[in-house]
């Protein structure tokens, strides 16, 4: 049993986290400023005495007190509208919060994992990425305010490590999608699941031959949890390898919930992506984890908590 803090636990990834770890008997301290996560993610534990919330912007402080024994760094805006939305709030975060969760594990000797991303692979030049790839970002782009905190994150990560021994695995997270993504997120799940349930008009934009490989956050959350209890330093793709054109995708999305939707074409966002695929033999061999759920069955249980969201008004 650890007692576990979770920055961003509140959050879409990080309330799967939670979960995974009060459940099998580990004490959580969950730390969010609710900027894009919500209350009612975490609610369910509110009685529970192995969790505690506390709401901090980590940015600025991070007020844990008690004994640590490891700090997940979750805190990020991630979806692009989001971050495009708070650009020096993600810098921040990735910098500054960085900072504060690195001091907190080092002051306890405790083991620290950072949630990073395949954005810090950028418009990927190397295919599928692996860890050893250093990708093509443009550091002066939009969504750079996303991927150079993320990689600079990397590096304090690494330098805590060089510098204090500080034991410190760095995950890049592949986009995760699943219940408790928001329906307002602008990711493009949730985008094309919501628009299929009204049978409005899918958006893909650009000509939706750009690539992304999809993992269910059950299996992103186990990967994470995987990670935390190793003594991998560095960074380790957690992701799902099957890889689909986005137009793929919104046919696979009309198809399962029976919509009447059309498909429509919009700009594509600048510095999107053209594709992305996680080389995943780092965490099969090192951390003996993969993903369990394929894209169909993960969209199925996704559409089933967005129905049953929508029957509880929060949707
Ligand atoms: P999310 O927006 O649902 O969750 C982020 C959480 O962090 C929210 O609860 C938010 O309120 C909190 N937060 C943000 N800034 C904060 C601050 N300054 N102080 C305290 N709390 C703060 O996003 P998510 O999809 O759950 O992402 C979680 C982490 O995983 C992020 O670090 C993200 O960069 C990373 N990640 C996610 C994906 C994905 O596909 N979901 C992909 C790559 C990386
Ligand atoms: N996308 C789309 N329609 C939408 C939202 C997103 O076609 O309504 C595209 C987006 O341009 C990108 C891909 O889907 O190519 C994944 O976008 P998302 O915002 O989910 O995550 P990203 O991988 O860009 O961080």
Redesign the pocket.
């Known amino acids: 049993m650890a007692r576990v803090v979770v920055?961003?636990g509140?959050?879409?990834?990080?309330s799967h986290v939670c979960d995974r770890l009060l459940s099998r008997g580990d004490e959580v301290v969950c730390?969010?400023?609710?900027?894009?996560?919500m209350r009612k993610n975490t609610a369910a534990h509110d009685t529970n005495p192995s969790y505690e919330l506390i709401e901090?912007?980590?940015?600025r402080e991070l007020p844990v007190s008690g004994s640590v024994d490891a700090v997940m760094h979750?805190?990020?805006?991630?979806?692009p509208p989001?971050y495009l939305r708070m650009p020096l709030?993600s810098l921040d975060?990735g910098s500054l919060?960085t900072r504060l969760a690195l001091d907190l594990a080092l002051a306890h000797g405790a083991r620290f994992v950072l949630?990073s991303?395949?954005e810090v692979y950028g418009d990927p030049l190397v295919h599928p990425q692996r860890e050893s790839y250093w990708g093509n970002v443009n550091p002066v782009g939009p969504r750079a305010v996303y991927d150079e905190a993320?990689r600079f994150a990397e590096t304090l990560t690494m330098t805590y490590h060089r510098l204090h021994g500080l034991s410190a695995g760095i995950a890049r997270?592949?986009?995760?999608y699943g219940p408790r993504l928001r329906p307002g997120d602008g990711r493009v799940v949730s985008n094309f699941l919501v628009q299929a349930m009204e049978n409005r008009p899918l958006t893909v934009y650009g000509d939706g031959s750009q690539t992304r490989s999809f993992c269910f956050v059950d299996d992103e959350a186990r990967g994470l949890v995987s990670l935390l209890d190793s003594d991998l330093v560095g960074p380790v793709n957690i992701g799902n390898p099957d890889e689909f054109t986005v137009l793929e995708l919104a046919k696979i999305i009309v198809e399962l919930t029976g919509a009447e939707s059309e498909i429509v074409f919009e700009d594509l966002p600048v510095d999107d992506p053209t594709r992305r695929c996680p080389d995943i033999a780092r965490a099969r061999e090192l951390l003996g984890w993969e993903p369990r759920v394929n894209l169909r069955e993960g969209l199925a249980l996704t559409h089933t908590w967005y129905l049953e969201e929508r029957a509880r008004g929060g949707a």
């Open positions: 920055t961003g509140a959050g879409f990834v990080g730390v969010d400023n609710f900027s894009t996560g901090s912007d980590v940015s979750l805190a990020s805006p991630a979806s989001d709030e975060v919060g949630a991303t395949s993320k997270i592949f986009n995760t």
